[in-house]
């Protein structure tokens, strides 16, 4: 797995590289900035690039910016958004439409390096990993015309699970049932959801986006 590493906090990105070359991840490049991430992508586009939310000059949403432009123009490579703190309305702009390869985690995830590198490999496969945090915000926001209303209890805390990243065995061990069930949930899941089905979707993918914006909009209903 290759990954390009974007952090205006050089102590903080050197720190991290290490991590991830301890753990056979390929740091390929490094930036201190989103103009030199983006111009590093287009020398030698990596699996993964990850991102810092806040870097100069504003210090304000230049890596989401950048994570979305990385989107349009390599689709291909994946982008995971790290942010000091849940800011729901960029991690909803950022999971927006239907790529994939895509998270958004609080930089704290680092902390443990094996979850975070399977948070990566998660996201080269083509999968999106979103904060756990953001996904409990998100449940627990008024529901309006929410399209998630014909999915179960049982089924929407599989789904937000599966929004974490987590595989069928790993829903298995939290929510203490045999992978069996989990399956059966994640097909059930997926018909109420009338998602695509042709070949070239991922539906599990389509899922989680489904959950967010259904999530996030009624979120935004309720200010």
Known sequence: MRVI???DA??????LARLLADSGVDVIA???NAAELLEQIAISPPDVAVVDI???PTYTNEGLIAAQTIREQHPFVGTVVLSQYIEVDYALQLVAGTSERVGYLLKDRVADIHEFVAALET????GTVVEPSLVTELLTAPTARNPLAPLTTREREVLALVAQGCTDRGIADQLFVSRKTVEAHVRSILQ???LPTDAGTN???HAVLTFLQATGTARSSSR
Do not use: S
């Open 123 to 126: 996201i080269t496969a083509g």
């Open 10 to 15: 050089v102590v903080i990105r050197e720190g």
């Open 5 to 7: 590493l974007a952090d």
């Open 30 to 32: 490094q930036a201190g």
């Open 192 to 194: 109420k959801l009338d």
């Open 203 to 205: 539906r599990r993918v």
């Open 54 to 56: 806040r870097m100069p």
